[in-house]
């Protein structure tokens, strides 16, 4: 009996394993993908980007511009994060099982915050296409929209987290529901707080970067316009000054993170 | 003989379906009373010092409390009546991340407007009197401290602190010392008799020790099962009658009574 069931658990595994297999192998023929050509092309695409990649003369003295496309990014991406987080908080605590306001409440907000969540940021900035045009605005509003879906639902759960034990000592001693949410509930779970908005914001730089080829803005779009026309030069300074920014940003919430820890 | 502060009237209560929490209770408290609860776990103690301040909506009858009925006040009245009444917690219900200064400050918070509260603005007098209280109750070296720096009697020196700090008629403590050891203990229900006696506020106290009960007690109200079984001076509380409050689990209690019993 027990010789059976190991015997028939060995054949799931197998089972499985081959059609996983054959899966790839369908979806490789139906694409025409050869997997050993595109094994074979990496030396020469390396060597081609030790060549071509690399950021020239010319290209550093486009420093200032670029420089410049950076920071209209990063601040795009702190702008849409931080007014995000207010939003979310007061949905987050609204929301929350411990500070509820009712039931409906509860549920939009619950509800608002998977929609808005669950659809991505790409997707979000083509439907703002449409309103908004290739602007600053598109971004900003697409960054906005996927930030508050995803704080909202953090928000709440730091708060749901949080014991409500002192919520309960506040309200015996008479004080009303905004004292009990600023004096309480925000310093109790100040730290994940600080701590999601700032994950979100390290989140919002790289994807504004993106999104910047979307909607012609930004440092997005700079590399677009050099890697479209062919200055590759440009465009690898580009990726390097990106990848700086994105280390720069990400040691210093990790300095503010502890900060906050501690004090 | 003092006036009446506080009186039951036949106050119901019930969660759901099922048997209820409470069912006819009827208690008078004098000023300047100390009042022990005494009964098995479950048996409704917790549950009627929440429903004197509504932090648990009782179902029936009538509280009232300091001339005022209890049961009919609207929500701004409730809170200016729960200013009135200070309570304590078996698990302190502190804001650990805050000071104790600030955790004692708290108590405040009933009387301020939505302003001042929410954002913390107390006046001079009022910090001078949080620190006094501190210092009263031996933590003056521990004013700053945050309180998850602080041992189990300390946090709950800094809830009585808080529940003081609102000038209180009534003072509803939840198990104060269930969670401390023999030395912390003491030293709690020290502060609480001489709260009572020295500063005539009343006193209600849930306690699981008999002995406790016995030795600190004006009045000791045995509760069972949601109804009160016992109500009477300590002196009057015989083996019987503590059989009767704590039915079969009496034979493990009488461990803990020891030589003190009051037969």
Redesign the interface.
């Known amino acids: 009996m027990r010789y059976d069931f190991l015997t028939r658990k060995r054949l799931m595994t197998l089972g499985s394993l081959l059609a996983i297999m054959l899966i790839t192998w369908g979806a490789a023929l139906l694409t025409r993908f050869d997997a050993g050509q595109g094994l074979s092309a990496i030396p020469a695409a390396l060597s081609w980007g030790i060549e071509n990649f690399y950021p020239d003369e010319k290209a550093w003295r486009r420093l200032p511009g670029i420089m410049d496309k950076l920071l209209d990014t990063v601040l795009l991406a702190v702008a849409s994060t931080t007014v995000a987080a207010m939003a979310a908080l007061v949905c987050a605590v609204g929301g929350s099982r411990t500070m509820r306001l009712n039931r409906w409440f509860g549920l939009i907000s619950r509800g608002m915050a998977s929609i808005f969540r669950n659809i991505d940021i790409a997707a979000w900035a083509i439907i703002l296409l449409f309103s908004f045009g290739q602007s600053a605005l598109t971004g900003y509003f697409a960054l906005l929209f996927a930030s508050f879906g995803f704080l909202t639902r953090a928000f709440m759960e730091a708060i749901d987290e949080m014991s409500s ?2 919520v ?9 529901y ?7 509930v925000i ?2 779970c ?2 994940q707080l600080v701590s999601w908005m700032l994950f979100m914001m390290e989140t919002n730089i790289r994807s504004a970067t993106l999104i910047g080829i979307l909607t012609g803005t930004g440092i997005g779009f700079a590399f677009d316009v050099y890697y479209k026309g062919m200055n590759y030069h440009a465009a690898s300074l580009v990726v390097i000054v990106i990848a700086a920014a994105i280390l720069l940003i990400e040691a210093g919430s990790n300095v503010i993170r502890s900060m906050i820890l501690r004090g | 003989m003092k006036p009446v502060l506080l009186e039951l009237t036949n106050v119901s209560k019930s969660y759901g379906r099922g048997a209820p929490a409470l069912s006819g209770i009827n208690i008078a408290a004098r000023q300047g009373e100390f009042i022990s609860i005494i009964g098995p776990s479950g048996a409704g103690k917790s549950t009627l010092l929440r429903c004197i301040n509504r932090i648990i909506e009782s179902a029936q009858g009538q509280i009232r409390f300091d001339q005022v009925m209890m049961g009919s006040l609207s929500r701004r009245e409730l809170r200016k009546a729960r200013t009135k009444i200070g309570m304590i917690f078996q698990h302190y219900n502190l804001v650990d991340r805050l000071s104790a200064l600030e955790n004692v400050l708290h108590g405040r918070l009933g009387y301020k407007n939505v302003l001042a509260g929410a954002l913390g603005l107390y006046s001079q007098e009022e910090k001078r009197k949080a620190y006094e209280l501190l210092c009263s109750l031996g933590l003056q070296e521990h004013v700053h401290k945050r309180c998850d720096q602080l041992s189990g009697g300390q946090k709950q020196r800094v809830g009585i602190a808080r529940a003081l700090i609102q000038e209180p008629k009534l003072l509803l403590c939840d198990e104060p010392i269930a969670s401390l050891d023999p030395g912390s203990s003491k030293v709690i229900m020290d502060h609480l008799r001489s709260i009572s006696s020295r500063l005539g506020i009343t006193v209600l106290v849930n306690l699981h020790q008999v002995d406790v009960a016995l030795k600190y007690s004006d009045r000791i109200i045995g509760v069972n099962r949601g109804q009160i079984v016992f109500n009477g001076a300590p002196s009057l509380l015989t083996h019987d009658a503590i059989h009767h409050i704590y039915g079969s689990e009496a034979g493990e209690l009488m461990m803990e009574l020891g030589g003190k019993n009051a037969v």
């Open positions: 034990s002192a309960e000592a506040l309200r015996a001693t008479g004080a009303g905004i004292t009990i949410v600023c004096r309480c310093p109790s100040a730290p």
